[in-house]
């Protein structure tokens, strides 16, 4: 199989400059670069840029596409909208990891499957990953969950480990949250056992006059330095974090007091989505040995019906069979041998087997020069 190795990268907060855009192009004089992103893809030699150097320098998502299997995504956020220590909870390491730097955090996803895969080209992948960060932008911890899943099913921790806080909306994926389960290729069966814990999704977004109640509520000081940071203009994720703060304080008093829900084990969780997977192979068993079942009483019908109309033609029956012989051609055979298995099946409905068998017996006799038609015979059981 031919290497096909995928990379893009995609700077979303703030577009690339004219310098930055040259240093890329030393590294490759055949990617395609703009000042949002950096894409190439290699069918022999390599990038021979760092990817984490990258990441940390100029670009806010990664993708690299491999069809040997192996998958990375890397996103970044400001730490202002995602802190290390909430990260490395759900991305504690393996395939799933944090890491700051320069007040961002970076995380990484890496599937690993040995032998590869189908042929996928990569272009339009990441695009329809790229909505993931927004959510987590808004403090919708799903991503990092699915991250939590990937080491749990990849066997990085021990059984015993409890799981993170399980966030609402796990059975309810986004479009770009199911492209990211399909990425990381996780178990659809842990991935349900997980969401059985996770409260419904809120559907409703925030009301403006909700939203200034809670402006109102804010110091003065505090409400003068941000409307001072959003004119500037140099903080492209400030509003983001003002309406995750504002979700977040939201969700706390509609909830009152959290719940207490217990957390399940890793080990709990792997052998809930082992046993949902042996119902579903029992169940997927069950539903072919109907259809298998009801096939065959079809086939029976159609078959009983089928020696109903020729019953009674069995001497015209046999003279077509020793016309289509004579012809000594094997499609003529084989229609042949067809009509000498009807005949054989109705002989057995009617009693009349013997007589079936001994008329069997002589046409074989006769026909013993014919290797091609016994070898037919033999075939059909005749």
Sequence with gaps: MSEYQYYEF????????????ADLRSYS??????ATSFVNDYSWGGFKGDEKVWMEKYFDAFLYFANWGTHVLKLRLPSSLLDLETARLYCPGGPA????????????????????????????????LISVRAEL?????????????????????????????VPPGLGQLSASLESLVDLLRIDPDLLEVAAQASRPL????PKPGEIRKWIGKLPAREKDDLLARLIAGEEPALAMELMRRFIGEDNKRS????????????????????????????????????????????AEIARSKHLDA?????????????????????????????????????AAREGK??????????????????????????????
Aim: charged share 35%; proline share 3%.
């Design 10 to 21: 995609q700077a979303i907060d703030r577009p690339l400059t004219g310098k930055e855009m």
């Design 29 to 34: 004089t055949r990617a395609r670069i703009s």
């Design 97 to 128: 990891f944090a890491h700051e730097k320069n007040g961002k955090v970076i995380l990484s996803f890496v599937s690993e499957e040995e032998g590869g895969g189908d042929w996928v080209e990569g272009e339009g992948l990441l695009s329809s």
């Design 137 to 165: 932008a808004r403090g919708d911890f799903r991503g990092l969950y699915l991250g939590w899943l990937l080491c749990a099913q990849s066997n990085e921790l021990d059984e015993e480990d409890e799981e993170p806080p």
């Design 202 to 205: 809120a559907q409703e977004s």
């Design 255 to 298: 909830r009152g007091e959290a719940e207490e829900v217990k957390k399940r084990t890793v080990g709990e969780l792997l052998h809930a989505a082992e046993d949902l997977t042996e119902k579903r192979r029992e169940l997927a068993a069950q539903k072919a040995a109907e259809e298998k079942a009801r096939r065959s009483r079809e």
């Design 310 to 346: 020729i019953a009674g033609k069995e001497p015209k029956l046999w003279n077509q069979i020793e016309t289509l012989i004579a012809t000594k051609q094997p499609k003529n055979y084989t229609r042949a041998v067809e009509l000498l298995v009807d005949l054989r099946d109705l």
């Design 353 to 382: 087997t013997e007589d079936f068998g001994a008329r069997l017996d002589a046409l074989r006799a006769s026909q013993v020069r014919k290797p091609s038609l016994i070898e037919r015979l033999r075939k059909a059981g005749l």
